[in-house]
């Protein structure tokens, strides 16, 4: 038997041949990763214990660290519709020295605000100044590493290792989430101490965005993987951001782009959860002394794991099919929140409501997972390939749009259902069943299990209109056809 028929019959032989296509990638799709790695241990470390810092290093009340983490993340959406368009502007390698420089400078005054204030002599009200300033410099900076990270991915994979390159970029990014947790943030605060452990935290995250800066200093923004994908650089000259951004607006493609990202806001919205609704879920049914970061970690450890199982299994299937199945499965283990407590007394050692929540939380964490893995990975590649091949990082950027809208209403929402439904001391109330099922957490999350079902079933509806299996081509066809429009208005 020859050995190319010993390959194709051996399935662990077929299995790792699938990662193989990453080496049609060339070094700049690695330099990239490893830039995405060390931006993404700063990110991580720094959202893990963003309040207890702004609390307890900068004195900061607790509605207002709450308040500026979140105006963060608002910013930063708000900061990335811009974004975009400069780096398709003036290339990626600029745009990365201007975003790491930015951000570099915003995380040094969020980490040394305090203290420069202390060394020119100014009250602790004052000091905060250099913090705000820092949070707003530092979000504008973080906006610049999405679209170029993603057009990064895209301009340095072939289309066969596309799939891959993907999933590969979202599984470095996991990497550095689950090691943010217990490899980083927990050794720093037993070794710093309570609170200038935070700082030295906060600190640490920024030398991690500078070793980031010094991987883009290798980076030859000109080896495009597909040369046809190249873009001439004579035709960027005159090209503005204002008019850049009016010209996508009016684009089929991303019109249709920006019609599915609000279809699956439902879904995407409940990723928002781990961060605005689940501390307190955790903490108000099963008690403070729940693990918060090792519960943190076991998401991304999750994703790692089943990329690495399962990238050459779902590289066979079309974006569409699984980023439908991804939404669908992360909806669908809101169920396990949804449903009353006691149903789980039914499973043999449950006889506690504690017990009852902790199996619903590490099942829930475990379906969501797996659904997450199958859709963001695809999601990220959908959005790349509908971009006309000199527009990537202003699709992706402005893409944040639908995002930017619904965050502070998610806000909104969240923050009423908690207060309603899961509020400090109900796990007293529920033990002595004086509770409804619309008094509780189950009924909090049956909303949210509405507000996610939507999103698959409305791509589902709408899957021939607004979604397409092959994007790019569509995305030609609808270009080729606006040509000919305007070509015919100025003949007419």
């Not at 790695?37 to 810092?53: E, K, N, P, R, S």
């Not at 590493?145 to 996991?174: D, E, Q």
């Not at 021939?464 to 007419?492: I, T």
Request: proline fraction near 4%.
């Amino acid at each position: 038997m020859s050995e190319q028929n010993t390959s194709k019959g051996n399935p662990i032989t077929r299995y790792f041949s699938e990662f193989g296509v990453l080496k049609e990638c060339g070094r700049d799709f690695w330099l990239t990763n490893f830039i995405q790695f060390f931006d993404g241990l700063a990110y991580f470390t720094l959202i893990a214990i963003f309040v207890l810092y702004l609390g307890k290093y900068c004195g900061f009340s607790d509605a207002d660290a709450a308040y500026w983490v979140g105006m963060y993340t608002l910013f930063l959406s708000l900061f990335a519709f811009a974004v975009g368009t400069i780096c398709d502007i003036i290339g990626l390698k600029r745009t990365y020295a201007i975003g790491f420089a930015v951000l570099i400078t915003g995380r040094l005054l969020l980490g040394c605000g305090v203290d420069f204030g202390d060394m020119l002599g100014l009250s602790q009200a004052a000091s905060r100044i250099f913090v705000m300033v820092g949070i707003g410099i530092m979000a504008f900076g973080s906006a610049f590493m999405g679209p170029c990270i993603t057009t990064s991915i895209r301009r340095f994979t072939t289309l066969k290792a596309r799939p891959t390159g993907f999933n590969f970029y979202y599984m470095f990014m996991n990497i550095g989430a689950c090691l943010a947790g217990f490899a980083i943030v927990d050794p720093l605060r037993e070794l710093g101490g309570d609170p200038a452990g935070y700082a030295w935290i906060v600190n640490v995250g920024t030398c991690f965005s500078a070793l980031g800066f010094i991987f883009t200093r290798f980076v030859n923004e000109d080896a495009y993987a597909v040369p046809e994908e190249r873009v001439d650089k004579g035709s960027q000259v005159m090209r503005r951001p204002l008019g850049l951004i009016a010209q996508v607006a009016r684009e089929r493609a991303f019109q249709k782009l920006v019609v599915f990202l609000v279809l699956t806001l439902g879904v995407r919205l409940v990723f928002t959860l781990q961060f605005l609704v689940m501390p307190q879920y955790y903490t108000r049914t099963i008690g403070n002394d729940f693990d918060l970061g090792m519960m943190n970690s076991l998401n991304p450890f999750i994703i790692i794991t089943g990329l690495i199982l399962i990238i050459p299994i779902i590289n066979k299937f079309s974006t569409v099919k699984l980023m439908i199945s991804g939404m669908s499965i992360s909806a669908a283990s809101l169920i396990l929140m949804a449903v009353p407590a006691e149903w789980y007394f039914v499973i043999p050692g449950i006889h506690t409501l504690n017990q009852a929540y902790f199996v619903a939380i590490v099942f829930q964490i475990l379906i969501f997972a797996f659904g997450e893995l199958l859709f963001s990975p695809r999601f990220s590649e959908y959005v790349a390939r509908v971009a006309p091949k000199d527009k990537v990082a202003s699709y992706m950027s402005l893409s944040a749009l639908p995002m930017f809208i619904a965050k502070p209403i998610n806000g909104v929402i969240g923050g009423l259902l908690v207060s309603y439904m899961c509020y400090d001391g109900i796990a007293a109330k529920m033990d002595t069943g004086h509770t409804t099922f619309w008094g509780s957490p189950e009924g909090m999350w049956t909303i949210y299990l509405i507000m996610a079902v939507i999103s698959p079933l409305a791509i589902i509806l709408t899957k021939d209109m607004f979604v397409s299996d092959h994007p790019e081509e569509d995305a030609a066809v609808d270009e080729k056809r606006e040509e000919e429009e305007e070509a015919a208005e100025q003949n007419a």
